[in-house]
């Protein structure tokens, strides 16, 4: 009744890993370009949060000090930012819009300064647009 398996009988064979193997390694095939896109997305919607908050505080300064930030340090300077996140480069390539001229309060005295920023990337987003676009 009890009797001891041959040795044929023990283990895997290696058709059968190689079966386990090759199934494993398809799954990994599909997961890792949908793993790559949703980091890609992250990082995108990361840079649209980013440039949202950047824009509006800048138009916030504008409007409390009835002026325009001169850079975007001014904004970590009045305390409107506590720092400036990175870019979606890794680092802190903001491109500023200049003012020149633009009036966007009705008390504004100077018009010297930045009305707004865009990344200053020069790769292209998911959506076909460059990152400096948007």
């Known amino acids: 009744m009890n009797r001891r398996p041959t040795a044929g009988e023990r283990g895997f064979t290696l058709i059968s890993m190689m079966v ?3 199934i494993m390694l398809i799954l990994l095939g599909v997961a890792m370009p ?4 949703s980091i890609t997305r992250a990082r995108e919607e990361n840079l649209r949060k980013n440039l949202n908050t950047l824009n509006q505080m800048i138009f916030q300064y504008t409007m409390d000090k009835q002026k325009s930030p001169g850079s975007l340090d001014d ?3 009045a305390k409107y930012i506590e720092a400036v996140p990175d870019d979606i480069t890794g ?3 903001w491109e500023a819009e200049p003012a020149e001229g633009v009036i966007m309060s009705l008390d504004q005295t100077n018009t010297d300064g ?3 920023v865009h990344s200053g990337s020069s790769q292209v987003g998911s ?3 460059p990152y400096s676009k948007w």
């Open 127 to 129: 959506d076909g647009t």
């Open 91 to 93: 680092s802190n390539t």
């Open 75 to 77: 904004l970590v300077s």
């Open 20 to 22: 386990v193997i090759s």
């Open 34 to 37: 949908i793993f790559s896109h």
């Open 114 to 116: 930045i009305i707004g």
